[in-house]
């Protein structure tokens, strides 16, 4: 508070005060969207339209550059400011990012040729990067130099994607999702490994955070990032068995580590017992594409959907429900159905991971239906909030 401008940032309408409003309401409505219209393409209910690239690039691309990253930035574009001391980004500056995001979303949608869909999609991640960089370089802030090193090789692994779109190369655009995937995968270990004790503290109000151990967040984000390298040299879909140990090892570092965290007292607060679920979704999927990689599953979907829809999903979602409350100055009390949301997101994971091999057509109506649900709960509670003006009065 004591960085910014009161008068100059009140002015400002809510929306625009700080990143999470826009891109968290943006995002969470997209995703909302964005399901049922898979659902309804995989059914063949949408006729001859068809996105850049088709409906099955589209839903690849855009569950993990449109939906995730929009949440990504949000996250990281409120968080850099208490990280620095500087003012985040606010006013046109954001209105201007975020209308590059809905503008890249709309041209996936309308088919725009990839001559004018590239530069579109590529300009969101970039920028991104170096509003990132540069706010933290003004103040040096090494230890979150990582963060910039892992968005620039996310704005990489989208530019892969993009050039197998205009190539017509599936493997190029495969090989650009799994790394970005797998670079996502890596910010959730780094971030969910720096809050999620701290917020299991003072959520039961023990006296202190469990202390980390740097060595193994080290050496978690160093294998998931060498998984997304792997992933984007195409090594890992060719020489499957060399990526079984790393994918076992990183399953048992994230288990430890959860399991470290671990407090019995979690399961009567819902804003914890997500995050924990979301960190052991982390661990299911990890462990399945291990399992795969040796030869010892037969397909690795169920994994990588416990990978999007359990971890990523759900730790978007308890994030989001999390911060929008302490952003907007509330108190970290949920509304009223939000714990049935989390409680969805879980049960639309096992039915995508769980069901849907043994019966697709259920367990694909079952895990959209949930997902959809949830989402539409948040928008209905939360979008109220990031509309308006914090409750305390302060700027944010």
Request: aromatic residues 10%; charged residues 10%; contains cysteine.
């Amino acid at each position: 508070m004591n960085v910014i401008d009161r008068a100059k940032a009140l002015s400002i309408p809510p929306l625009w005060r700080l990143a999470f409003r826009p891109f968290f309401l943006g995002a969470s409505l997209y995703a909302l969207v964005a399901i049922p219209l898979w659902v309804m393409a995989w059914l063949g209910l949408l006729g001859d339209w068809q996105p850049s690239g088709g409906w099955l690039a589209w839903h690849r691309h855009e569950m993990l550059f449109g939906f995730a990253m929009a949440i990504v930035a949000g996250f990281l574009l409120t968080a850099v400011q208490t990280w620095t001391g500087r003012p985040g980004l606010s006013g046109r500056p954001l209105m201007l990012l975020a209308g590059v995001w809905l503008a890249a979303r709309l041209g996936w949608l309308l088919g725009l040729p990839p001559v004018l869909l590239i530069p579109l999609e590529l300009a969101f991640p970039l920028a991104l990067a170096a509003l990132m960089a540069r706010m933290l370089w003004a103040v040096r802030q090494q230890r979150n130099y990582p963060i910039v090193l892992v968005l620039s090789l996310l704005a990489g692994a989208d530019g892969l994607l993009l050039s197998g779109l205009a190539e017509g190369d599936d493997g190029l655009q495969r090989r650009g999702a799994m790394a970005g995937l797998w670079l996502v995968a890596a910010l959730m270990g780094l971030i969910g490994g720096r809050v999620i004790p701290f917020f299991t503290q003072r959520g039961l109000g023990r006296a202190e955070a469990v202390k980390p151990w740097v060595w193994l967040d080290i050496a978690l984000l160093a294998g998931t990032a060498l998984i997304a390298v792997l992933y984007a040299a195409g090594v890992a879909l060719q020489a499957q068995a060399l990526l079984a140990p790393l994918f076992l090892a990183v399953a048992g570092g994230h288990l430890l580590r959860l399991a470290r965290w671990y407090d019995p007292g979690i399961w009567r607060v819902p804003l914890l017992w997500s995050l924990h679920l979301a960190m052991l979704w982390l661990v299911v999927a990890t462990l399945g594409l291990g399992l795969w990689h040796a030869g010892l599953l037969a397909s690795s979907s169920p994994a990588l959907h416990g990978l999007t829809i359990g971890a990523m999903g759900g730790l978007i979602l308890a994030m989001i429900a999390r911060v929008t409350l302490g952003h907007t100055g509330r108190p970290l009390q949920l509304p009223a159905g939000i714990g049935w949301a989390f409680v969805l997101f879980n049960l639309g994971a096992v039915a995508r991971v769980f069901v849907y091999p043994q019966a697709p057509l259920a367990g694909l109506a079952l895990a959209a239906g949930c997902w959809s649900l949830a989402l539409a709960l948040y928008a209905w509670r939360y979008a109220p909030m990031l509309l308006r003006a914090r409750v305390d009065g302060h700027p944010g």
